[in-house]
């Protein structure tokens, strides 16, 4: 898979110059990027944080020439691999990256969901001027609940059981979060990384 280039950093683009733009129906990644995916997993798991980095940015791309979905989360999976080998400037690139795509397709929710892991990472790691900025970009965008996206509590139906999902994703290897899938139905859930089917493990 071709590298691609990189622009310098360039500061997190206002409010006002981010342009709508809807992503395309989602369907999973074919099988090559998903082993791709798959190993940038593992190796992001076992500390190798470089290798790890520049296959996420790549796997991130190709999703975004794509308008999928999850292109956003594999561009913050790329920062975050990025700012564990150091790289900081490029992994606040990613970031941008990520977050100017679920702008422009008003994911709001998903702003909050990225930006709120993403500013607290790189406090952990020290870098409070870098999360800072990460809080002043999304104060440009109210919250789901401030814009009037969710209906009040009296008016909203009582929420939906769902079954225990497995730790990580069976195709990809991603960490599976149940605050990040989306559900297709009762049983099943989408993987926020490469978009495939995931359901309970039997026991």
Known sequence: MPRFLRPPRRPLRPLAAVRRRAFRPPRPLPPGPVLALAEAHRLMAQGQFAPAAEKFENIAEAARAQDLPFAPRLFFQAARANWSAGRIPHGMQLLHDGLGILAAAGATKRMHQIS????????????????????????????????????????????????????????????????????????????????????PEKG
């Open 116 to 199: 709120a892991a993403a500013a607290e990472e790189l406090e952990a790691l020290g870098h409070t001027a870098e999360a800072e900025e990460i809080r002043r970009y999304l104060a440009q965008f109210p919250s789901p609940a401030e814009s009037g996206a969710a209906a009040s509590a009296a008016e909203m139906p009582a929420a939906a059981v769902h079954p225990i999902l497995p730790a990580n994703c069976p195709k990809c290897g991603g960490g599976i979060r149940s605050e990040e899938v989306e559900w297709i139905d009762a049983q099943t859930a989408e993987c926020a990384y490469c978009g495939s089917p995931i359901r």
